[in-house]
């Protein structure tokens, strides 16, 4: 299984950027996707999450302002940020957990994606 991001950047306090994570191989199913951001000193923690059902989790830090979403059929995850602040500022990693082909639990990170929010 790949997962492959795209959409970080730079942008200026209050700005706005769309975080996309596609994943592709062997996948029988999809269940739990999520992002998570660590900022330089800190531990990585979770930003936002959906269930295949489409049941969100945020963050407190990100609520009002982030909205997760998901394309079963395309196997993508996005992460809408508004009103970015600059304590945003963070590698944003996503994470899918479902079943392989073979029917064996999988969860895979990204590769991570660098936002950058100047003030």
């Known amino acids: 299984v790949q997962l492959v991001e795209s959409g970080g950047g730079l942008v200026q306090a209050g700005g706005s950027l769309r975080l996309s994570c596609a994943a592709s191989?062997?996948?029988?199913?999809?269940?739990?996707m999520g992002w998570y951001r660590q900022a330089p000193g800190k531990q990585r923690e979770l930003v936002a999450a959906?269930?295949?059902?489409?049941?969100?989790d945020y963050a407190d830090s990100v609520k009002g302002r982030f909205t997760i979403s998901r394309d079963n059929g395309k196997n993508t995850v996005y992460l809408a940020m508004n009103s970015l602040k600059p304590e945003d500022t963070a590698v944003y990693y996503c994470n899918v957990e479902g079943r392989g082909t073979s029917l064996i639990l999988f969860k895979y990170w990204g590769q991570g994606t660098q936002v950058t929010v100047s003030s």
């Open positions: 191989g062997s996948i029988f199913s999809i269940n739990a």
């Open positions: 959906i269930t295949s059902g489409g049941s969100t």
